[in-house]
């Protein structure tokens, strides 16, 4: 018996790592966003210009903005971004990392200019998955 909570508290640390991978954060609070509030190697994504709205953070991606973060859906909502990893990253306009992508530069902070309000999925760019971007 004592085996068997030990797995299953095993298996909860695992699934919340693994979640955590996903997506790292959301500020919940629209009013004090700011492009300060960007940590050191992540992806962050704003609602609006410049760099304010609804804000998240990511170290992978999400492959379906639809799903709520911290409450707030940011399907189709993100103008701006900031690339503050050592990577490439693409934007989709579909989910599951489908459709017309944008390429978005490491170090890159700013206006998603045609992806404004477009974007549906995410992801660092890594071959050869993500040839489309």
Same mark, same amino acid.
């Given at each position: 018996?004592?085996? &068997?909570?030990?797995?299953? +508290?095993?298996?909860?640390? /695992?699934? $919340? *790592?693994? *979640? @955590?991978?996903?997506? /790292?954060? @959301?500020?919940?609070? +629209? @009013? $004090?966003?700011?492009?300060?509030?960007?940590?050191?190697?992540?992806?962050?994504?704003?609602?609006? &210009?410049?760099?304010?709205?609804?804000?998240?953070?990511? $170290?992978?991606? &999400?492959?379906? /903005?639809?799903?709520?973060?911290?409450?707030? *859906?940011?399907?189709?909502?993100?103008?701006?971004?900031?690339?503050?990893?050592?990577? /490439?990253?693409?934007?989709?306009?579909?989910?599951? =990392?489908?459709?017309? @992508?944008?390429?978005? +530069?490491?170090? =890159?902070?700013? =206006?998603?200019?045609?992806?404004?309000?477009?974007?549906?999925?995410?992801?660092?760019? =890594? +071959?050869?998955?993500?040839?489309?971007?």
């Amino acid at each position: 018996m004592r085996t &068997s909570k030990l797995r299953r +508290a095993t298996l909860a640390g /695992l699934l $919340s *790592v693994a *979640v @955590a991978g996903t997506l /790292l954060a @959301a500020a919940p609070n +629209a @009013a $004090s966003a700011s492009a300060s509030q960007c940590p050191a190697s992540y992806f962050c994504v704003w609602e609006h &210009s410049p760099f304010t709205g609804r804000f998240a953070y990511f $170290s992978i991606g &999400s492959d379906d /903005l639809r799903r709520p973060i911290g409450g707030f *859906v940011f399907d189709n909502k993100i103008t701006d971004v900031w690339n503050r990893t050592n990577q /490439l990253w693409c934007l989709f306009d579909g989910t599951n =990392y489908l459709g017309p @992508a944008k390429r978005i +530069a490491a170090g =890159y902070k700013g =206006y998603t200019f045609e992806f404004n309000d477009r974007t549906s999925s995410l992801h660092y760019y =890594y +071959a050869p998955r993500f040839m489309t971007c």
